[in-house]
């Protein structure tokens, strides 16, 4: 398993890589330098015996050796190619029939073949069998102002001595690419783990991470491992941020959970402690423990209907919706609490407006705004809710003349048990949660909610939900 795992890792596909590049050049110039000296050899053999057997040829046609094959000079001359060039001569005359052959074994034969014809019909006639290694020339024996061929001289030279100079350079030119595919070999070990040395120190950098005081990662030897380092430590800077929002979070769960049960407790342990408890002053404990009984039933919906809205993001139950009415009813909702703050509360629609929604989610969104913007209000203040649309979306405006939001705290607002005014939040029964669950809901049906304000003059927040509901 630890063998497989190793021909997986990018040092052996770095070291299988510059292994593949070094010895694939070699073999590819070895291969080259040996054909070509091949083919080469074998031309210049070519061109060297054709040009001695031209003069020799001319010299047979001078002294008409083909009618008598006893003259010395000639012989001496043949015998002499022969030697040189490891090879065999032959005269042919115009029957066909052998009349020298440097070798004693065919004189007096016929030979009839597609070279001697060719030969006799006026061409020069050069080949090489690489299978036998020879090569074979057939020159036509005229004079020079003659259009008669008197035979044809056939050479067959071998080719042995090149192909012994051919099996050197090619034992030598295999032993130095043995050397140097050692050589290769070691480079490309020493430089694949080297060049792979920065992800060893980054493993071993993420291995080691155990505490949030540990030094920022920066491996800048490469401009991908600086990419790494930067992307992680963005990642551990978030991931920070999460570990401190979610530890927020728990802690702001407790406190909140734990803060009306504090107060029905010392409520309960007041009405045991006395004796004969005045009816009046019972109810009184008893009303004050049913409210704060309220508030933690209504932090416990908050907070489910938060985890329904992360764990099932894409559960909605669309259907289409009139959000006129919706609205509408809405405000005849809250009515009752406006006018108890004497708030006034103004509903603005420009036209119908029918859209695919979760009505359930988005009534809890919006409820959420308008109801904020009641209890974070003045006194003798307003709320205004308007309601519009074009073709894609529609938009539902909630602006009051309130306590307003400092700038500075804008960017919070929807984390989940964020206040502006703590103070002010508990009296009116907040739990913090409000905004957070309109945020996720908007969000569920792929729309956008924004808010702006000024501290003292009020707040708008504008929620822009497409008219179809986007799968």
């Known amino acids: 398993m630890k063998k497989l795992k190793f021909l997986h890792s990018l040092k052996f596909r770095l070291f299988l890589l510059m292994v593949l590049f070094g010895v694939l050049p070699n073999i590819a110039l070895r291969t080259g330098i040996l054909a070509s000296y091949g083919n080469k050899a074998v031309s210049n053999q070519s061109i060297d015996i054709s040009g001695q057997a031209k003069m020799l040829g001319n010299q047979v046609v001078t002294y008409d050796y083909i009618k008598d094959t006893s003259i010395e000079v000639i012989n001496a001359q043949m015998e002499m190619l022969s030697n040189i060039y490891d090879g065999r001569i032959m005269i042919i005359n115009s029957s066909f029939q052998i009349v020298k052959d440097t070798y004693g074994l065919d004189t007096g034969k016929t030979i009839i073949s597609e070279e001697v014809v060719k030969c006799f019909q006026g061409e020069e006639i050069t080949k090489y069998d690489s299978s ?113 929002s979610r530890q927020e979070f728990v802690s702001n769960v407790s406190h909140e959970l734990k803060t009306p049960l504090t107060s029905m407790k010392v409520l309960a342990d007041s009405l045991l402690s006395q ?32 985890v329904k809205m992360d764990k099932a993001a894409g559960d909605l139950n669309v259907s289409i919706v009139n959000i006129n009415e919706l609205l509408e009813m809405l405000m005849k909702r809250l009515r009752p609490i406006a006018e108890k703050q004497n708030i006034e509360l103004v509903l603005e629609s420009f036209r119908p407006v029918s859209a695919e929604v979760d009505e359930v989610k988005l009534s809890l969104a919006l409820n959420n705004l308008v109801e904020n913007a009641i209890k974070y209000n003045k006194p003798e203040g307003w709320v205004h809710v308007s309601l519009n649309a074009d073709h894609k979306y529609f938009f539902v405006r909630v602006e009051d003349s309130g306590v307003g939001i400092p700038e500075e705290s804008l960017e919070h607002i929807y984390e989940r048990f964020y206040r502006v005014d703590k103070s002010h939040s508990k009296d009116i029964g907040g739990t913090g949660l409000g905004l957070a669950i309109t945020r996720n809901a908007v969000l569920m049906h792929r729309g956008a909610i924004k808010a702006h304000s000024k501290e003292g003059e009020g707040t708008i927040f504008t929620v822009r939900i497409p008219l179809m509901y986007i799968v």
Not at 180 to 207: D, N, Q
Not at 292 to 302: A, G, M, T
Request: glycine share 4%.
């Open 132 to 244: 036998n290694r020879y090569i074979e020339l057939a020159l036509p024996l005229k004079k020079a102002d003659s259009d008669n061929n008197q035979g044809v001289m056939l050479i067959s030279v071998s080719t042995d001595s090149i192909m012994l100079n051919y099996d050197y350079l090619k034992d030598n030119a295999m032993i130095i690419e043995l050397a140097c595919l050692a050589v290769i070999v070691g480079v490309a070990l020493f430089w694949s783990g080297r060049l792979v040395r920065p992800f060893g120190k980054l493993t071993k950098y993420l291995e080691e991470v155990q505490t949030e005081d540990e030094e920022q990662l920066m491996i800048s030897d490469y401009t991908e491992t600086e990419a790494i380092s930067n992307a992680f430590n963005e990642m551990r800077g978030r991931m920070r941020v999460i570990d401190d």
């Open 275 to 306: 004796g004969d408890v005045p009816v009046e002053l019972y109810k009184e404990f008893m009303g004050d423990i049913a409210e704060e009984i309220e508030r933690e039933n209504k932090i416990i919906n908050d907070l489910l209907s938060l």
